[in-house]
């Protein structure tokens, strides 16, 4: 059974930057790609950056593109999402996912969740 673990949440000035981290677990371990939602009170959990796992595509949300990074180190079974000039708008609590489904820009097709780290943002 896959586990997911989340660190490196916070709170942060706006303009600064968090840097969140994945584990990932369990012999069974081998996604298709890994992605990072996030979910801020009253609203939808959205897909904010997914990465599949052999190649390395890389998918963002508009919102933040050119101020997220999302990496992995495939032999260490880590994900990470690099946050920088954040802004209030991304406070909320951010899930990392695994899918093993081709179809990886779909929040439906991700089967395996973490518990979330909270990033709060103070303008």
């Known amino acids: 059974q896959v586990q997911l673990v989340e660190s490196g949440g916070g709170l942060v000035q706006a303009g600064g930057s968090l840097r969140l981290s994945c584990a990932a677990s369990?012999?069974?371990?081998?996604?298709?790609?890994m992605g990072w939602f996030r979910q801020a009170p009253g609203k939808e959990r959205e897909l904010v950056a997914a990465?599949?796992?052999?190649?390395?595509?890389?998918y963002y949300v508009d919102s933040v593109k050119g101020r997220f990074t999302i990496s992995r180190d495939s032999a260490q079974n880590m994900v990470y999402l690099q946050m920088n000039s954040l802004k209030p708008e991304d406070t909320a609590l951010y899930y990392c996912?695994?899918?093993?489904?081709?179809?990886?820009?779909?929040?439906?097709?991700?089967?395996?969740w973490g518990q979330g780290t909270q990033v709060t943002v103070s303008s």
């Open positions: 369990g012999h069974t371990f081998g996604p298709y790609a």
């Open positions: 990465i599949t796992w052999r190649i390395g595509s890389r």
């Open positions: 996912a695994a899918t093993t489904f081709a179809t990886w820009t779909q929040l439906s097709n991700y089967k395996t």
